[in-house]
C-alpha cells in the first residue's frame, strides 16, 4: 500500500485500525490514550498496581474473578465507595501489589488489538521521553520498526455509515511529545505530528484543558485528572505488556 508509511521507521497511525496494521507489520507500538487510560496506567505503574487491559466489549468483571483481581468501575461509581477508577489520581500508594481489570473503548481496545508483537508500550505526556528512550533501546534489539497509536475518542450515536473515531488533540500532542524523542527516519505524518507538539509546548496545559475532551472531564468534575494528565515528563515509569498485564519496562 502506498499509504501504509512503509518507507519509514517511525510512524504514527490513528486508533482501532491503526493499532491492528501496525501489530501486523510486527512493529514496536506505543499506545496513546492522554485521557485518560494511558496516563491511568502509568500513574497505577506508579504506585505498583498491576494493571490487565481489557476490551470494554468483554466481560471483564468475570476475567477479573478468574485472576483474583478486582474489576475498576467507572468514575462515578468508582468515586462513591473508594476505589481506584479510569481516574489516574485515584491510584495511591496503598493499591501497590494489588490486581485490577482496566477496560475502556479505546486505549484498552488499542492494546487487546496490538498485543500480539515484538513490544507493546504505554506512552502519553506524563512520560514521554521515558517511553521514547524505552522504545529507541527496543529498537536496536529488535531492529523492528516504531509506530506511535494516538487512540482518539469514540463519537457518540454516530450512525451506521460514519467512522466512529474522533481523532483527539491530546493524544496527538502526546504523541508528538513522544516522537520528539524517538530516532530513527520518521515518516511526514509522524513529522507534522511532531512539529505540532513543539509548537504547542509552551502552551500544552492550555490546550488540554480547553480541547473538548478536557472540557467533558471537567464538566463531569474531574479538573484533577485533566491536569494530572497535562504534565510532562514526570514518571520514568514505562508500561510494557507482558502476555496480560503491564510490568515496568527497566
Known amino acids: 500500500m502506498f499509504f501504509d508509511q512503509s518507507p519509514y521507521e517511525c510512524r504514527v497511525e490513528w486508533g482501532r485500525r491503526g493499532a491492528r ?5 510486527g512493529d514496536i507500538i506505543i499506545i496513546v490514550d492522554v485521557l485518560s487510560f494511558s496516563s491511568t496506567v502509568i500513574t497505577a505503574l506508579r504506585y505498583g498496581a498491576i494493571i490487565y487491559p481489557y476490551p470494554r466489549t468483554l466481560d471483564g468483571k468475570k476475567f ?9 468501575l467507572g468514575r462515578a461509581e468508582a468515586a462513591q465507595i473508594g476505589a481506584p477508577t479510569l481516574s489516574p489520581v485515584s491510584f495511591g500508594q496503598n493499591h501497590n ?54 487512540c482518539g475518542e469514540q463519537w457518540e ?31 511526514p505524518e509522524a513529522e507534522f505530528c ?27 468534575g474531574y479538573e484533577a485528572d485533566v491536569n494530572h494528565c497535562s504534565r510532562l515528563n514526570v514518571y520514568p515509569t514505562v508500561p510494557l505488556l507482558n502476555k496480560d498485564h503491564f510490568i515496568e519496562y527497566v
Open 97 to 150: 501489589n494489588k490486581k485490577y481489570v482496566l477496560t475502556s473503548l479505546n486505549g484498552a481496545y488499542c492494546t487487546w488489538i496490538a498485543s500480539q508483537v515484538p513490544a507493546l508500550l504505554i506512552g502519553s505526556l506524563l512520560n514521554a521521553k521515558s517511553v521514547a528512550a524505552a522504545a529507541n533501546q527496543l529498537r536496536k534489539q529488535t531492529k523492528a520498526n516504531i509506530t506511535v497509536i494516538p
Open 21 to 25: 496494521e501496525a501489530a501486523e507489520r
Open 64 to 72: 477479573a474473578e478468574k485472576i483474583g483481581g478486582e474489576f475498576i
Open 194 to 220: 511532531m512539529t505540532s507538539f513543539l509548537h504547542s509546548k509552551d502552551k500544552l496545559n492550555n490546550f488540554i484543558w480547553d480541547c473538548g475532551s478536557g472540557r467533558e472531564l471537567r464538566k463531569r
Open 157 to 187: 450515536g454516530s450512525r451506521e455509515y460514519e467512522d466512529t473515531l474522533r481523532p483527539a488533540i491530546e493524544d496527538y500532542l502526546g504523541a508528538g511529545a513522544i516522537l520528539s524523542y524517538i530516532e530513527g527516519k520518521k515518516s
